[in-house]
């Protein structure tokens, strides 16, 4: 590898690109994880005959959705990745896995308010 250059990336990523629509195309699904847990959780829906009763696009989503991405651009990690560099014992990781935590509870809060979140 003696040089990198930006346009081999990128040729690289639409080849990724069109070879997965194109497999989308003529095989209806998507190989790699993300075609294994559809398969597998669509079965598991199926068979529980679950129902979301939310499915609209909201403000509180667009929101969510944000602030989300604000704060993965500032804290830098993926919720997943954050988790496993806990093993670094990284201050910035334990911090954005606990800011993730408080924003996980605090979120629920107007919910549990207006008495929206189904009793379990």
């Keep these: 590898m003696a040089n990198f250059t930006p346009v081999a990336s990128l040729l690289r990523g639409l080849l990724i690109g069109i070879a997965s629509v194109w497999l989308l195309a003529a095989n209806g699904c998507i190989a790699g994880i993300s075609g294994i847990l559809h398969g597998l959780f669509a079965q598991l829906i199926r068979r529980k005959d ?14 969510g959705a944000a602030v989300f991405g604000l704060g993965w651009g500032i804290g830098g990690y993926c919720p997943g990745p954050a988790l496993t560099a806990l093993s ?5 990781a334990f911090v954005f896995v606990v800011a993730m935590i408080v ?4 979120g629920k809060i107007p919910a549990r308010l207006t008495g929206s979140l189904a009793q379990r």
């Design 50 to 63: 679950l129902k979301f009763e939310k499915t609209d696009i909201d403000a509180p989503l667009i929101v």
């Design 88 to 92: 670094n014992l990284s201050t910035e």
């Design 103 to 106: 924003g996980g509870i605090v």
